[in-house]
């Protein structure tokens, strides 16, 4: 009976985990402008897309300096991470914060804020 009880609980919390994630996933895909202000000129301005793919959230990421398909969103304690390479290693951390999506990357620089503006948002 302990077991079925144990199973029961797993595949609830299971269940939320998938659910929540999916949620986060939702609120951030679409075409975003976004803007990095204390960053280095010609690092400020991107336009992102965050899709998903094969059942992964990706995000595809150009500027002038940079063009990126298909970069992989990995959620952790309900944050999206990933790690780019823009002249140096940089880790985003992107996350819901009421209605609004927020962002910073961790740089030599120190932790720079990420501004994200809704430009479309992707149909399904």
């Known amino acids: 009976m302990k077991r079925i009880e ?3 609980v797993v595949l609830l919390l299971s269940l939320f985990t998938t659910t929540y994630a999916s949620d986060l ?3 951030v895909e679409g075409v975003w402008k976004v803007k990095v202000a204390n960053a280095p000129y010609g690092y400020q301005d991107y336009q992102v897309t965050v899709k998903q793919l094969k059942g992964k959230c990706v995000a595809d990421i150009t500027s002038p300096q940079l063009n990126v398909k298909n970069q992989e969103l990995k959620e952790v304690d309900g944050k999206l ?3 780019l390479y823009v002249g140096e290693n940089v880790q985003v951390v992107i996350w819901k914060e009421k209605k609004e999506i927020k962002g910073r990357a961790d740089t030599s620089m120190g932790k720079l804020s990420i501004e994200f503006t809704r430009k479309q948002e992707i149909k399904q």
């Open 6 to 8: 144990v199973l029961s």
């Open 25 to 27: 996933t939702k609120a």
């Open 81 to 83: 991470t990933t790690a």
